[in-house]
Nanobody, 116 residues
């Protein structure tokens, strides 16, 4: 098991930046893949970015070139740097930790609102 705590959400103007953090309760090397998902009102939850314990990253097409996922193993923390934010990035962002298929855990989510 693992507990995940997200932070860093907030209100930002279009074109602005935010950095989300996801602190895990255990060594993240033991987690096969960690990811950031988001869910906007009335929409399904979607994968934004992920990083494996080997360091391989993956991004949704809608955020490529704007978002960067990274990790600090010493702090057991995964980050999502979001630049050039757009109103359509508005959503609740969730951190996910997966040990295997159907063995995954979620954080409580953090709200990101992009609006002028």
């Amino acid at each position: 098991q693992v507990q995940l705590v997200e932070s860093g959400g907030g209100l930002v103007q279009p074109g602005g930046s935010l950095r989300l953090s996801c602190a895990a309760s255990r060594n993240i090397f033991s987690i096969y893949v960690m990811g950031w998902y988001r869910q906007a009102p009335g929409k399904q939850r979607e994968l934004v970015a992920s990083i494996t314990n080997g360091g391989t990253t993956n991004y949704a097409d809608s955020v490529k070139g704007r978002f960067t996922i990274s990790r600090d193993v010493a702090k057991n923390t995964v980050y999502l740097r979001m630049n050039s934010l757009k109103p359509e990035d508005t959503a609740v962002y969730f951190c996910n930790a997966a040990f295997a298929v159907r063995d995954d855990y979620w954080g409580q989510g953090t709200q990101v609102t992009v609006s002028s």
